[in-house]
């Protein structure tokens, strides 16, 4: 079982619509979660991090991780064009190695 | 004032190569690390480097070899170019672990 399962898409959406996005990993020392978006022939950047079960708000991004379930979402209201990207799932096991471990990511398309 | 700045953004070269890619960051994080994306998106660390001290070495082959000259450069030598190479090399740095800022990528390309 690989540790990180993540639907790679494409999804594709009208404008305004709430999306959501998933994640399943299989190891439960993962402790740190967060959410990547990768533009087009761009580095992936950090848009929300959390330690935490429960949910995380941050403008029209929410993330929600379910450690019983291991499982996390990112919905993101009120869908805009420009966050049309990939949306990469990240785990990490502790905050001092470094070492993230990534799922395939999502290949999301906002359609005007 | 880019953050993570990689050189060069484009490489093509043929097998059998020796080939370096530069990585500097002016955050002021004391780690830094490679990434390798294939050609289906799939991100997986590499190497990382805590205050010029490899910390993170993962099941690499021997041909890829980090060189970390100072805290804001990290750069990676591949010696053997083959054709599985090729990819997108992501540079990245942190202040500690998780929350790390990437480089936009080189493109390596074997021909």
């Known amino acids: 079982q690989k540790e990180v399962e993540q639907d790679p898409g494409p999804l594709s959406v009208p404008e305004g619509a709430i999306v959501s996005l998933n994640c399943t990993y299989s190891?439960?020392?993962?402790?740190?979660f967060m959410w990547y978006r990768q533009y087009s022939r761009k580095g992936p950047e950090l848009l929300m991090y959390t330690y935490s079960s429960g949910n995380k708000e941050d403008g029209r991004f929410t993330a929600q991780v379910d450690k019983s379930s291991k499982y996390i979402s990112l919905f993101i209201r009120d869908s805009q064009p420009s966050d049309s990207a990939t949306y990469l799932c990240a785990w990490a096991v502790s905050s001092n190695t470094g070492k993230l471990i990534f799922g395939q990511g999502t290949t999301l398309q906002v359609k005007p | 004032d880019t953050a993570v700045s990689q050189t060069p953004k484009y490489l093509v070269t043929q097998m059998g190569n020796d080939k370096s890619i530069k990585c500097e960051q002016n955050?002021?994080?004391?780690?830094m690390y490679w990434y390798k994306q294939d050609s289906k998106k799939f991100l997986k660390i590499m190497f990382s480097?805590?205050?010029?001290?490899?910390?993170i070495n993962e099941t690499v082959p021997n041909r890829f070899s980090p060189k970390s000259p100072d805290k804001a450069h990290l750069n990676l030598h591949i010696n053997s170019l083959e054709l599985g190479d090729s990819a997108v090399y992501f540079c990245?740095?942190?202040?500690?672990?998780?929350?790390?800022?990437f480089g936009d990528g080189t493109r390596l390309s074997i021909l």
């Open positions: 955050l002021g994080h004391d780690t």
């Open positions: 990245a740095s942190s202040r500690g672990g998780v929350a790390q800022h």
């Open positions: 190891n439960s020392a993962f402790q740190y």
């Open positions: 480097y805590n205050n010029k001290e490899l910390i």
